[in-house]
Every structure is written in C-alpha cells, then in structure tokens.
C-alpha cells in the first residue's frame, strides 16, 4: 500500500538556522512526491514538488529530492525565517489516482 | 488565493441542526475533493468527484452528504453530527485525468465546531 512518514515534531529553531524535515514513503507504483504547507489559521498551499525520481522541487528557497532509492524526500532550506513558522506535510499521489496521501504533519517554529 | 473558496470559514452548530458546506473553484478543474483535518491526526479523504460524479467515499459515515451540481461547486451537507466530527474540513480541486504530476489544490477550510 501507500504511506508517508515524516518526521515527528515539533521542531523548534532560531533565525538562519538550517532545516530539514524528513520524509519517507511506500508506494506500489511510481508516485509523484509533494511538501504542502499550512500556515496558522489557513488551509494547505502546495510548496513544491517532484514528478520523477532524481527531480528537485525547489520554491522560497525550500528544496526537496526525490530520491527512489531511498523512497525519501526530505525537506531543507538553508536559513529559515521567523514567517516559515507553519505546520509542513509531505504527500504522495500514484499515477492514475486521484487521492494524495498525507504525512501526520510537522509543526516549525522559528524563533527570533 | 488558492482559486478554491470555502464558505464559510467557521462553523458552530448543535448535533441536531442541519448546515451546508460550500466549495467553488475557479481553476477549471473537473475534480473535487473534501478531506477532514482533525487533531493529532493524518488528513483523511472523505470523498472525490470526478466530472461530477462520485468516485471515491472513504466509508464516511452517513450524517455528512456529499453533492456536487457542476464541476465547479461542491457541497458538505452536515446533519445529526457529533463532537467528534469537530474539526477543519478543507476542499480541494484538480484536474480529474489521473496524471502523477497533477496538482492537488485546497481552499482555505471550514472549521466546524459541533456542540
């Protein structure tokens, strides 16, 4: 079947830190790998995402790799901002399906 | 602005009051979804229409009716609900054909509240 695992939270770091949420994922088929973000009080914006294994999604300096032989696709950025603060999800949709599967979510906060 | 517009944003009612949710996208998608976002737990599908029609229920128990007239209008008609049915509800748009890089887009969400 299909799942993602994240990184359980919350993750707490100063201003410019470095990030990285992890992200894994079982998929029968060939998936597509997504990182959606939901800042407080609104619904899920699409951050970035990649189509094919080796690809790099990249948006506001967040950068995810699809990595097939890890069925990984990590979260960094390399200097966080106090507005990154939000809660992040990673997903997975297969080919022909309509439906993404969701990660449990990661809580940032960046603190002054 | 996601192009997905849910009405309305909160929502408190009692187990016995009968309310709507309502979702319009304006992206010219031909799918629509709703997911529940609830606590400490993984989003859930709760229903997918493609071209209007119902594809996917995800054993959603009965008090929530799903409808959708158009491609562009999805409805969450909410009865006899529980407190644990509290929680934000988020509808969501994307192009029905299936294709792997097809993104999923979501409104800002309702949050219900039942009392």
């Known amino acids: 079947g299909n799942s993602v695992t994240q990184m359980e939270g919350p993750v707490t770091l100063s201003e410019e830190a470095f990030l990285t949420i992890n992200c894994t994922y079982t998929?029968?088929?060939?998936?597509?790998l997504f990182w959606y973000v939901q800042y407080p009080g609104e619904g899920l914006q699409l951050l970035l995402k990649a189509t094919k294994a080796d690809d790099k999604g990249s948006n506001k300096g967040f950068e995810a790799t699809y990595r097939k032989e890890t069925t990984s696709f990590h979260l960094e950025k390399g200097s966080v901002q106090v507005s990154d603060s939000a809660v992040y999800f990673c997903?997975?949709?297969?080919?022909?399906?309509?439906?993404?599967?969701f990660g449990t979510g990661t809580r940032l906060t960046v603190i002054p | 602005e996601t192009g997905v517009t849910q009405t309305p944003r909160h929502l408190v009612m009692g187990m016995t009051n009968k309310k709507s949710l309502k979702c319009e996208q304006h992206l010219g998608h031909n799918a629509m979804y709703w997911y529940k976002q609830s606590a400490k737990k993984p989003l859930e599908l709760m229903f997918v229409?493609?071209?209007?029609?119902?594809?996917e229920n995800n054993s959603v128990p009965s008090r929530f009716s799903p409808e959708c007239p158009n491609s562009s209008h999805l409805f969450l008609h909410l009865h006899t609900l529980q407190p644990e049915d509290s929680a934000l509800y988020l509808c969501?748009?994307?192009?029905?054909?299936?294709?792997?890089?097809?993104?999923?887009?979501f409104g800002e969400g309702s949050w219900l509240t039942v009392v």
């Open positions: 998929a029968t088929g060939y998936p597509s």
């Open positions: 997903a997975l949709k297969e080919t022909g399906a309509n439906n993404l599967f």
């Open positions: 969501a748009s994307s192009q029905a054909d299936g294709g792997s890089g097809n993104t999923i887009y």
């Open positions: 229409y493609n071209f209007k029609e119902q594809t």
